[in-house]
């Protein structure tokens, strides 16, 4: 029986092996790029409260015969997976609470991220929010038992090349827990990506119509 195999075929193969050994290595290229654009990580200064308060500014008033506006803990939680985790405890009756003044750049995007766990009591007045600058973040006003320690994820937009991170606090008894603060650059591809993306799909779009 005859064959169905062209005498030419060997050539097709080798054809279309290299056209995808070329887009393989155009796109890899542009993944790379990707990579390199990501920006580094967490912008907030001691945001797991290792190094004490450094780098955080504190304002409002302490409760009365209290350990002072906020001091460090431990709890369980760790989202690294440890045995424990620092963590700022806020006790104000009043308003009061902590911010950080972050290098940014206006109109990028970025993830706030962090953990907070309240136990409320009887009768317990309390609320809390977080700014992202000008933006509110998150908002509660007397909310209910947050326990164990919960985390959030939000991406926000910063609005200049300063933003002022602000967490606000206030409870009439029992503390507030924040824990894990971090503030990370959403990534972008850079215009070189985008272009050798493109590239990649035009040298397919053109070997095709050959």
Known sequence: MPSRHSANEPCHYK???????????????ALSA???????GNIVTNGGFTNG???????????PGGGGLAYL?????????????????????????MYQD???????????????????????TNSFSLDFGSQTVMSLVNSPT????????????ATGSTTRLQFNFQSTTFTWTVAAISV???PVPAPGAIALIGLAGLAGGRRRRA
């Not at 990707?34 to 580094?40: C, E, K, P």
């Not at 750049?105 to 907070?116: D, I, K």
């Open 15 to 29: 054809e279309i092996m290299n056209l995808l050994t070329n887009r393989f290595t155009i796109l890899t290229g």
């Open 34 to 40: 990707v990579v390199a654009s990501t920006a580094s």
């Open 53 to 63: 308060f450094n780098g955080w500014t504190m304002w409002g008033t302490a409760a």
């Open 73 to 97: 803990g431990s709890i369980g939680g760790d989202p690294m997976g440890g045995g424990g985790l620092t963590v700022a405890q806020f006790d104000c009756p009043g308003p009061g609470g």
């Open 102 to 124: 972050l290098s940014t750049v206006a109109g990028e995007e970025y993830t706030v991220s962090f953990g907070l766990r309240k136990v409320t009591g009887s009768g317990n």
């Open 146 to 157: 947050i326990n164990p320690i919960a985390y959030y994820s939000f991406d926000m937009t």
């Open 184 to 186: 990370t650059p959403v």
